[in-house]
């Protein structure tokens, strides 16, 4: 079977290395694309294609793994597709359905990551909806780990944006709340009295949160930008809006990390180095 990822980033990658080693033709276009993206490609045995609407033609399943912001452009720029077409990005119900009518209908899936794909690979958990769900989910064959939970789109995405609500604003209250801690040198105390409200592993889950909150501040606010987006669609998004806001302003305090923060103490001395700049 031949797989295509439109975007090579963490995600693609991760998978089409998975995918690779399980035996499948996998392919992806570097065209335009930056020096990091074309650098995890070059890293891989995946295929080249010259475009985008190249590859969809070349391939039975297409996965879109882009910016949650190129969610619509790319599907708009493919157009019609004949494979299936599965859209991975974290993006609201409402807008996986527009990217969606841009390829198709019964050949569509909603795709949703509900876990770590740093440290999953390619056994992460996706949950899927979508006319063409049950045909994706076939690549569990081939070591994947796809549930289909629905036959319409935007039911996964739907699921992973509340909790992806619950999840970042418990990870943004985290980095605010044991930053001022640990300015105030109280940080490992803070940490343990919380532990004994919230149990033994909490302390570890907490300095993981505010280390991939710091790496991945950007994404995090795109994200949050379509939470927002939906929350609004029933209700007004006061604690969702504060969250968005929070992963805006981390995201420009501390650009980029070229590497992932190795502590808590380390985004926290990050941190520190913005707001003293600032
Ligand atoms: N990584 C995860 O653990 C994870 C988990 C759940 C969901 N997701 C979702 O999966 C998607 C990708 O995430 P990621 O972590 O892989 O992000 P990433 O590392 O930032 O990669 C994004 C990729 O998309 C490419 N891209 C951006 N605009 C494009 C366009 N118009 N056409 C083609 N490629 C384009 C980027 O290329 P450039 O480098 O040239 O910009 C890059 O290769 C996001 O929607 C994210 O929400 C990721």
Not at 258 to 269: G, L
Request: hydrophobic share 40%; proline share 3%.
């Amino acid at each position: 079977m031949k797989v295509g990822f439109i975007g090579f980033g963490e995600l693609a990658s991760t998978l089409a290395n998975g995918l690779l080693t399980a035996g499948l033709e996998v392919y992806t276009c570097r065209e335009g694309r930056s020096s990091r993206t074309k650098d995890l490609v070059n890293s891989t045995d995946v295929e080249l294609c010259k475009s985008n609407y190249e590859l969809v033609k070349t391939v039975e399943v297409v996965l879109s793994a882009v910016s949650p912001s190129q969610t619509v452009s790319v599907a708009r720029e493919v157009g019609h597709v004949e494979g299936i077409y599965v859209d991975l990005n974290n993006v609201s119900p409402s807008t996986v359905q527009e990217a969606l009518n841009h390829v198709g209908t019964s050949n569509t899936v909603d795709a949703a990551i509900m876990g770590s794909v740093r440290k999953k690979g390619l056994k992460v958990k996706i949950i899927a909806s979508g006319g063409a769900a049950d045909q994706f989910a076939q690549l569990n064959q081939y070591g994947m780990n796809i549930e289909v939970i629905g036959s319409k789109p935007g039911q996964a995405s739907a699921i992973k944006m509340l909790r992806s609500a619950y999840t970042k604003g418990v990870s943004a209250l985290l980095t605010e709340s044991l930053y001022v801690a640990y300015k105030m040198g109280l940080d490992e105390e803070v940490l343990k009295y919380i532990t004994q409200t919230e149990g033994p592993y909490f302390k570890e889950s907490a300095v993981s949160r505010i280390k991939s909150s710091a790496y991945h501040a950007k994404r995090r606010s795109e994200e949050m930008e379509e939470v927002v987006a939906m929350i609004r669609e029933e209700t007004e998004p006061v604690m969702n809006q504060a969250t968005l806001e929070f992963f805006g302003a981390l995201a420009q305090k501390l650009e980029k990390p070229s590497q992932r923060p190795t502590s808590m103490a380390h985004v926290f001395r990050m941190l520190e180095e913005s707001n003293n700049q600032g």
